[in-house]
């Protein structure tokens, strides 16, 4: 062994041994390491004031130093060499070579190594150091030394307890770094996300690899104590596990909502791609649970016990930081619905009901009923020893508790002086068109929704929310506050929340802000939800408001206006949402190019009162009455009266001779159904139906969705309660309270396939002239047969199936009205050809002949096909007929397109004439020459017809090629 060698090998032995003493070595070069000249430092060794050991200690550190004159890097090279568990000390720069999850690990370990202090095994320390650095130091003093002993047991004390205190400062702090660096991650994926780049596996593989890392730390920290873990680091080792689970999951969940961004400019192909057009993140309802709450079976523990607590105290982990991001997310989801809900005031609703956030006269009744039931469900469990279950649901119960007291005046003052303005002397009173109550509220609200661009406004909302999330006074958060708080108390916390949200719009990226574990937690919550909301198809529901408008153009209007904000980046409406795509066809879309084929353009009357009204709002059924004709093809069909009831069998049978008794008979012997649509079916499509004003004077009965259910939170449904997740949400109660046990584990990929399911058929009421050439509804409707109907039926069936009310009338009524609409378009009975010379009885013959084989196969389709409830469980079902009902559907939606195309015809039949009577005005004049010298004459072709006669008769043969002799 070389010389250079025997001394590094003395000076490890020496420094490990805190006592003994190795060979002679060279004195150090003069260094300023340590902030003190080395001269003096000498002085206090040999004076006996330093401890040789801590003298060696600091030559060691010294010649790890490349700073430092006396650096070696051979002795540096051994070093790093070591086991993990020996070079703790010797770390020069412990986060440039380890993640913070494998530095907290270390930490923790060497912490289990030190005693506590004051403990049997401290005290036996310090005594054996005391003996130590007595003998170590006793040739440099007199021969008395011995009489200094206390002095060194003072010194030892000292040094073990500044390296148990130290170890402790040096566990919080790697602790803090990586709860912190998991957040980074978080942040980082949310900008990503911001950017509308959805993270893919690979793409966000930097964020994933330190979530991932601290599972790894934890699961080889488990594994090094053969799972016993020691009770004086279990608390920090579940704190860590808690927090680090919480936020992988969090993580899974942006990412995979991130596909619901894919196509976000095509919302029809962005519902029917998301789940199959690339590779993507999953996440599961148990990502749910582990994000939103603090149940998660994946950790040992979430809540601490007292005694693990002991070693703790007083720390960062010991306030459970899990519980405040869980706490953060939850109250970020009810403020963001709370702002969005003071700016939708719903004008069809009594003004105590107005906004996102309503509470309907049944909710009171309704939280004592679930009540009981869940108390029901807890005492069950109880007696079959499954308390952990019961105590989730006695959770859930409390949690109808605290809604039941959310006070949700004051929320909405707090948000309208927040958000709107504090001064009160600058609101305006409106009246709502429908009801003609009187509302006073400020002229805007700022939602992150349905406001603008503006980082001004963008950083505005922001930092106002954070104010409110962060709020606390005695304790008590915002909500808690509000509970009791009178009018001057909410003025009061508006302005403090005002002033604290311009400190924090002043600092937004500030990175000491941003270092504070709640502030982060806070931020993280609120941009979580918002990008979320886009991935979940939530943000169409969230971004239209009222605005009040002063004047437009100059003209005073002193009303309020529905509006929303589309065609940019950052804007929440562009996020795919078919429930709004929907409901802007209604409003102004139909009649264009697209839907030709449809039932022609709407009128402008009808469309200005659509507009005026929330996305979810379309004229109620009741309006056909404006319409005699088709007022009585809808009593026929829904009224039970006798008379129609035999016009309804005669047309099933094709017996126009058909009598009571004769009916009667058939419905005995089985050979025919009741002719009547089930009276529950009858009632869920009521509740279903709305009218369609068409500019032919003819309000069309309607029985489609007023909205496409397209947000994962209506589709979540508790089957024991028929309530939804976004039930949950309106009522207040946040997603921490949630019991996320009774939803589809497979949620969000159901949504998706809900979704595309769902655009299969949106095509025809959205985009006809692109649905006309999908090949799979050429397919579809090629032939009319059993086959396309049970096919369009299992397609509504998936987009509809996880609706609390049930999946069964949209089949009734939207396969017929699909089958209807697209046999009208392909024979023409829609269009202006119906004019054209002999079209119309062509048409109409065509119409019925391809009406009457729908209706055949209908009644031909088996009853299980329609309803695989019946088939599986044998129950008696409370639509007794979805066959039956279906072949009426499709008789009454056949009667209402021939009134339709009545209309449509007479209407265009009158334009036109006219449009052609001025045309061949203008045609007269510019051709005056001509005629004077030809006699007038003039050729027309017409294809088949070609027709040449004297120009004094010409409009007179036009009009009857266009519209028949007899028309």
């Known amino acids: 062994m070389s010389i250079e060698s025997e001394r590094i090998q003395s000076s490890l032995k020496a420094l490990r041994s805190l006592g003994q003493v190795g060979p002679s070595r060279p004195e150090p070069k003069t260094s300023t390491t340590y902030g003190s000249a080395e001269p003096k430092w000498?002085?206090?060794?040999?004076?006996?004031?330093?401890?040789?050991?801590?003298?060696?200690?600091?030559?060691m550190v010294s010649l790890l130093n490349p700073n430092d004159p006396n650096y070696d890097p051979r002795l540096e090279a051994y070093v790093r060499g070591m086991s993990q568990a020996e070079r703790g000390m010797f770390e020069r720069d412990p986060l440039s070579l380890y993640s913070s999850a494998s530095n907290l690990t270390d930490s923790m370990i060497k912490y289990n190594k030190l005693p506590l202090i004051g403990s049997p095994e401290f005290k036996f320390l310090v005594e054996e150091e005391a003996s130590m650095q007595e003998v170590r130091n006793r040739p440099l003093k007199a021969e008395n030394s011995s009489a200094d002993y206390n002095t060194w047991r003072k010194i030892a004390e000292q040094k073990t307890t500044a390296e148990v205190v130290d170890t402790i400062e040096t566990l919080e702090r790697n602790y803090r770094l990586a709860v912190s660096a998991n957040n980074r991650s978080l942040k980082e994926t949310l900008l990503m996300l911001e950017t509308y780049v959805p993270p893919k596996p690979f793409e966000a593989n930097m964020q994933e690899r330190r979530l991932l890392e601290g599972r790894q730390a934890l699961e080889s920290m488990a594994t090094y104590y053969d799972g016993h873990l020691p009770e004086k680091i279990a608390g920090w080792y579940r704190s860590f596990d808690s927090v680090n689970e919480q936020q992988i999951a969090l993580f899974n969940i942006l990412c995979s909502v991130g596909g619901g961004l894919e196509g976000y400019y095509d919302a029809l192909k962005q519902a029917g791609e998301t789940l199959i057009s690339r590779a993507r993140y999953h996440a599961s309802v148990v990502d749910f649970r582990a994000a939103y709450t603090n149940d998660d079976p994946g950790v040992s523990t979430v809540k601490l016990e007292d005694t693990e607590k002991v070693y703790i105290k007083d720390t960062l982990a010991s306030k459970e930081i899990r519980e405040t991001q869980v706490e953060m997310l939850s109250q970020a989801r009810r403020l963001i619905m709370f702002n969005v809900d003071v700016a939708q005031y719903d004008v069809d609703k009594p003004m105590n009901e107005e906004g996102l956030m309503r509470i309907n006269p049944d909710t009171k009744a309704g939280?004592?009923?679930?009540?009981?039931?869940?108390?029901?469900?807890?005492?069950?469990l109880r007696e079959s020893n499954k308390d952990a279950e019961a105590d989730i649901l006695q959770r859930h119960v409390d949690s109808l508790e605290r809604v039941e007291n959310l006070n949700l005046k004051n929320h909405r003052e707090l948000m309208r002086l927040v958000f709107g303005n504090i001064d009160k002397n600058e609101w305006v009173t409106w009246k709502s068109p429908d009801t003609g109550g009187e509302v006073t509220t400020p002229k805007e609200i700022l939602t992150w929704y349905a406001s603008g661009d503006k980082v001004d406004d963008r950083e505005k909302w922001l930092s106002k929310m954070m104010s409110i999330l962060i709020w606390k006074q005695n304790g008590k958060g915002v909500s808690d506050f509000l509970e009791t708080a009178?009018?001057?108390e909410v003025l009061r916390i508006a302005k403090e929340?005002?002033?604290?949200?311009?400190?924090?719009?002043?600092?937004?990226?500030?990175?000491?802000?941003?270092?504070n574990i709640e502030f982060a937690a806070a931020k993280i919550a609120l941009v979580s939800w918002i990008e979320q909301d886009k991935g979940f198809q939530t943000s169409g529901p969230l971004a239209w408001k009222y605005n009040y408008i002063n004047e437009i153009g100059g003209r005073s209007l002193g009303r309020v206006e529905r509006t929303y904000e589309s065609g940019g980046l950052y804007k929440a409406f562009d996020s795919i949402n078919l429930w709004a795509y929907w409901r802007r066809w209604v409003s102004y879309k139909a009649g264009l190019k697209s839907t030709t084929s449809f039932f022609g353009p709407a009128s402008d009357e009808w469309r200005r009162e659509v507009s005026k009204h929330g996305p979810d709002w379309l004229p109620p059924l009741n309006r056909i009455d404006k319409s005699p004709k088709i007022k009585k093809i809808h009593d026929r069909f829904f009224d039970d009266t006798p008379e129609y009831r035999l016009w309804r069998a005669r047309r099933l049978t094709g017996n126009n001779k058909l009598t009571e008794v004769e009916l009667n008979d058939l419905i005995s012997k089985g050979t025919l159904k009741e002719p009547k649509i089930d009276d529950f079916m009858k009632g869920q499509l009521n509740k279903m139906g709305w009218t369609f004003g068409s500019s032919y004077e003819v309000q069309i009965p309607m029985y489609l969705p007023k909205t496409f259910h397209t947000n994962i939170w209506e589709l979540m449904v508790d089957k024991n309660t028929k309530e939804t997740v976004w039930d949950l949400y309106r009522m207040g109660i946040m997603p921490k309270d949630v019991n996320w046990n009774v939803y589809n584990y497979e949620s969000l990929d159901r949504m998706w396939v809900s979704m595309s399911m769902l655009t299969r058929f949106a095509k025809f009421f959205v985009d006809t002239y692109d649905a006309e050439r999908d090949p799979q509804y050429q397919a579809f409707f090629k032939d009319a047969g059993v086959q396309s109907i049970a096919e369009m039926a299992k397609r509504v069936f998936l987009a509809f199936r996880d609706l609390p009310e049930g999946y069964q009338q949209y089949i009734v009524a939207i396969v017929p009205f699909m089958i209807a609409q697209h046999t009208a378009s392909t024979v023409g009975l829609t269009s202006t050809d119906l004019g054209s010379p002999g079209s119309k009885e062509k048409v109409l013959k065509q119409w019925n002949f391809e009406m009457s084989k729908w209706i055949r196969a209908a009644m031909w389709t088996p009853q299980v096909i329609l309803d695989d409830g019946q088939l599986y469980d044998g129950a008696s079902q409370d639509i007794q007929s979805l066959r039956n009902d279906i072949t009426l559907m499709i008789m009454y939606y056949k009667h209402v397109f021939e009134k339709v195309a009545q209309a449509a015809y007479k209407s265009d039949k009158g334009k036109l004439s006219g449009f052609y009577n001025d045309q061949i005005g203008l045609y007269k004049g510019s051709l005056k020459d001509e005629m004077s010298s030809e006699a007038g004459e003039a050729t027309f072709d017409f294809g088949q017809g070609r027709l040449t006669e004297p120009f004094d008769n010409g409009e007179n043969a036009v009009a009857a090629l266009l519209f028949g002799d007899r028309r």
């Not at 000498?42 to 030559?59: S, Y």
């Open 486 to 488: 009178d009018e001057d």
């Open 42 to 59: 000498q002085e206090q060794v040999r004076a006996g004031n330093i401890p040789l050991a801590v003298e060696d200690a600091r030559r």
């Open 497 to 515: 929340i005002n002033e604290k949200a311009e400190n924090i719009r002043l600092n937004i990226g500030d990175k000491v802000m941003n270092s």
């Open 367 to 380: 939280i004592e009923a679930k009540r009981e039931i869940l108390a029901s469900r807890i005492e069950n």
